[in-house]
T-cell receptor
Framework: KNEVEQSPQNLTAQEGEFITINCSYS?????LHWLQQHPGGGIVSLFM?????KKHGRLIATINIQEKHSSLHITASHPRDSAVYIC???????????WGAGTKLIIKP | DGGITQSPKYLFRKEGQNVTLSCEQN?????MYWYRQDPGQGLRLIYY???????QKGDIAEGYSVSREKKESFPLTVTSAQKNPTAFYLC????????????FGEGSWLTVV
């Protein structure tokens, strides 16, 4: 079993829909990182969080440390949100990042 | 603007050849990393370096080599010993005090022909 599991693997939705991507992990962590990978391959950081909730524009990230689970939400989704969303956790045992396999999101106009 | 530059973006390699992927950063970061990405899998760490003239193997170092002669540069050589080199390669860097906060290059696609 992978230490970081993302669901769903693929998600197709219509423009305007509310999107939720989930990340579950099995190790102790210092923080969790949500990233976005463009179709061209480049990766940008969206959020880093160790508790509670963070919001930036239409993106919201939450984390529940007790349940070892995080969610990334996109409100009023738009075709330009189409990308792969990746969850990574910083393991507090060895200071390394453990990566999820990513969720490929397609938003149709 | 500061950032990470990877080159080339696309590279084709004949079987038995070594190829080198370039990674340069002007962020003044001490730590640099190379990751491999395959379809449907998470990023896997190949090598990382936290200081000039020092580097450590990651999870999948076999068939790869690196050097860190300058703080700004961390080239990756994919050797002929790497049995399945076709993949997307990403270079990243971070401040060693904040290893979770990575900056990434745009990546390099390597295809064996």
């Amino acid at each position: 079993k992978n230490e970081v599991e993302q669901s769903p693997q693929n998600l197709t939705a219509q423009e305007g829909e509310f999107i939720t991507i989930n990340c579950s992990y099995s190790v102790g962590i210092s923080a969790l990182h949500w990233l976005q990978q463009h179709p061209g391959g480049g990766i940008v950081s969206l959020f880093m969080l160790s508790s509670g909730k963070k919001k930036h524009g239409r993106l919201i990230a939450t984390i529940n440390i007790q349940e070892k689970h995080s969610s990334l939400h996109i409100t009023a989704s738009h075709p330009r949100d189409s990308a792969v969303y990746i969850c990574a956790v910083g393991a507090d045992s060895n200071y390394q990042l453990i990566w999820g396999a990513g969720t490929k999101l397609i938003i149709k106009p | 603007d500061g950032g990470i530059t990877q080159s080339p973006k696309y590279l084709f390699r004949k079987e038995g050849q070594n190829v080198t992927l370039s990674c340069e950063q002007n962020l003044n970061h001490d730590a640099m990393y190379w990751y491999r990405q395959d379809p449907g899998q998470g990023l896997r760490l190949i090598y990382y370096s936290q200081i000039v003239n020092d580097f450590q193997k990651g999870d999948i170092a076999e068939g790869y080599s690196v050097s860190r002669e300058k703080k700004e540069s961390f080239p990756l050589t994919v050797t002929s010993a790497q049995k399945n080199p076709t993949a997307f390669y990403l270079c990243a860097s971070s401040d060693t005090r904040d290893y979770l906060s990575l900056d990434f290059g745009e990546g390099s696609w390597l295809t064996v022909v």
